[in-house]
Antibody
Framework: VQVLESGGGLVQPGGSLRLSCVAS????????MSWVRQAPGKGLEWVST????????YYADSMKGRFTISRDNSKNTLNLQINSLSAEDTAVYYC????????????WGQGTLVTVSS | EIVLTQSPAILSLSPGERATLSCRAS??????LAWYQQKPGQAPRLLIY???NRATGIPARFSGSGSGTDFTLTISSLEPEDFAVYYC?????????FGQGTKVDIK
């Protein structure tokens, strides 16, 4: 099982970014997928989860409206669109596969760093 | 949203000692709680799910217990590689939430 994130970088406040995650080694369409972030020196913060078929999406309350999770099962790819970025969004963003029916994050990528600064 | 409070914030122990970490939920999450381990510069690793089930490949020295609002992660005898930060996470309700973490460091 492998998940590999990309798309991070330096972004100006107010800008947008699209993170991607390519998965391999498991049946992608059967697994819900999550994004979790971690600000520098801080704890883990769950961002969003999407069901295997993409029909159900869930977001942290503080991220509703600015964050959009999506997936393309034909390409084994998970995406996270983030709009209106602020310094508080600076973090490592992890993509994670979830377990069977309980949806715990059981395989994680190494993360992609998003830095919001002018 | 459900708030998870972990204690203590820092646990200073020696190799071979027993570690007991606590996670308290602001409302019942039934048994829907997981524990993760994170080492510096690494992604988190799932240790325990649904309160007491070890994830694949996790050594038997790690055990979890509890239900409702009070949960415990126990490391029976600390190995050098166990010094890390541990987080609890609930899936009892959306949105998912994590605790703030407990750092287990070498005394």
């Amino acid at each position: 099982v492998q998940v590999l994130e990309s798309g991070g970088g330096l972004v100006q406040p107010g800008g947008s970014l699209r993170l991607s995650c390519v998965a391999s080694g498991f049946t992608f369409s059967r697994s819900a997928m999550s994004w979790v972030r971690q600000a520098p020196g801080k704890g883990l913060e769950w961002v969003s989860t999407i069901s295997g078929n993409g029909e159900s999406t869930y977001y942290a309350d503080s991220m509703k409206g600015r964050f959009t999770i999506s997936r393309d099962n034909s390409k084994n790819t998970l995406n996270l669109q983030i709009n209106s970025l602020s310094a508080e969004d600076t973090a490592v963003y992890y993509c994670a596969k979830t377990t069977g029916s309980s949806w715990y994050e059981d395989h994680w990528g190494q993360g992609t760093l998003v830095t919001v600064s002018s | 949203e459900i708030v998870l409070t972990q204690s203590p914030a820092i646990l200073s122990l020696s190799p071979g000692e027993r570690a007991t970490l606590s996670c308290r939920a602001s409302q019942s999450v039934s048994s829907y709680l997981a524990w993760y381990q994170q080492k510096p510069g690494q992604a988190p690793r799932l240790l325990i799910y649904d309160a007491s089930n070890r994830a694949t490949g996790i050594p038997a020295r790690f055990s979890g217990s509890g239900s409702g609002t009070d949960f415990t992660l126990t490391i029976s005898s600390l190995e050098p590689e166990d010094f890390a930060v541990y987080y609890c996470q609930q899936r009892g309700n959306w949105p998912r939430t994590f605790g703030q973490g407990t750092k287990v460091d070498i005394k």
